[in-house]
């Protein structure tokens, strides 16, 4: 088998959630690539349903948007029964739906805190314990999590210490979870991107231009760089090319956290 033949994942069912833009639809993009049928797992019905459309238009793969709410656990349920009956197994889950806002821990309301924990620790949780099932029956899969250099680091100067301490969970989660389902032969890895150009930084730069040149100062790179940059990464965990690799965080972050 060449190289390039081991990052294939031909016939292979991936779920993405928050597949249907940003980080999520350059990973679900990138799995349809290299062969797999994806489902786009996210809330929002006409972009979820357009980037299933036009995978499935592009490349010679099955797609669905199945609406998924992360942090309810019947939709997850829901989910994954549906993607099962459709597909039959689940071989990678791609734990990306997340959320952020920004306040100072002594003016966070709780709800803030318990929102932003239930779709970035709890969906998470929620997902991978319902196709983890599906991946012990079926005998073994891939599950990457899209973490956060936040999780490692302090961001600077927006406060954000709820998102940061949800990032550093999917970390500790991550670790623990490769150990515990080695025996199933499910390998758990994270991928810690720095600042990404989606909805996520552009919404908060619109408010806040002057953070733009703030944050690049803090790179070696002096740029930031769009969602296609994180994809490849998740592809090479999700297939047989990263075979050894279990219980890894990767930092992409244009040298971010070098400094
Ligand atoms: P976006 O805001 O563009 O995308 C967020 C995605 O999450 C959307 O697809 C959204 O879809 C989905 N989502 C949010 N809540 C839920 C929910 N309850 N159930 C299902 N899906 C949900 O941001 P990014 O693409 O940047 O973020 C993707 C991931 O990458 C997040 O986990 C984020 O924390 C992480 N990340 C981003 C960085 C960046 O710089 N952009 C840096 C480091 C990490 P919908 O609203 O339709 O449900």
């Not at 620790?121 to 990457?144: A, H, P, R, W």
Request: proline share 3%; hydrophobic share 40%; glycine share 8%.
């Amino acid at each position: 088998m060449s190289v390039l033949d081991q990052f294939r994942l031909d016939g292979q069912t991936v779920i993405v959630t928050g597949g249907n833009r940003g980080i999520g639809q350059a990973i679900a993009d990138a799995m349809a690539d290299v062969g797999a049928n994806v489902v786009i797992a996210n809330r929002d019905g006409p972009t979820g349903r357009a980037t299933a459309e036009a995978l499935a238009d592009e490349y010679d793969v099955e797609t669905r948007w199945i609406q998924t709410d992360v942090s309810d656990e019947a939709s997850v349920v829901s989910t994954v029964e549906e993607t099962v009956d459709a597909f039959g197994t689940i071989d990678v889950l791609v734990n990306n739906a997340g959320v952020n806002s920004h306040y100072d821990v002594a003016e966070m309301p709780l709800e803030e805190w318990q929102w932003l924990f239930d779709i970035n620790i709890t969906g998470l949780f929620l997902c991978t314990k319902y196709v983890g099932q599906e991946m012990i029956d079926s005998g073994g899969g891939n599950i990457v999590n899209i973490a956060s250099i936040s999780g490692i680091i302090a961001n600077y100067p927006q406060k954000q210490a709820h998102y940061n301490a949800s990032k550093a969970a999917v970390d500790g989660f991550m670790r623990q979870l490769a150990s515990d389902w080695a025996e199933h032969d499910i390998r758990v890895n994270n991928i810690n991107p720095g600042y990404i150009t989606t909805a996520m930084v552009e919404d908060y730069l619109e408010n806040h231009p002057e953070l733009e040149e703030t944050w690049k100062s803090q790179m070696p790179g002096d740029q930031f760089a769009g969602p296609e940059v994180i994809a490849p990464l998740a592809v090479y965990l999700a297939s047989d090319a990263s075979e050894y690799v279990t219980g890894e965080r990767v930092i992409i972050d244009g040298g971010y956290t070098v400094r």
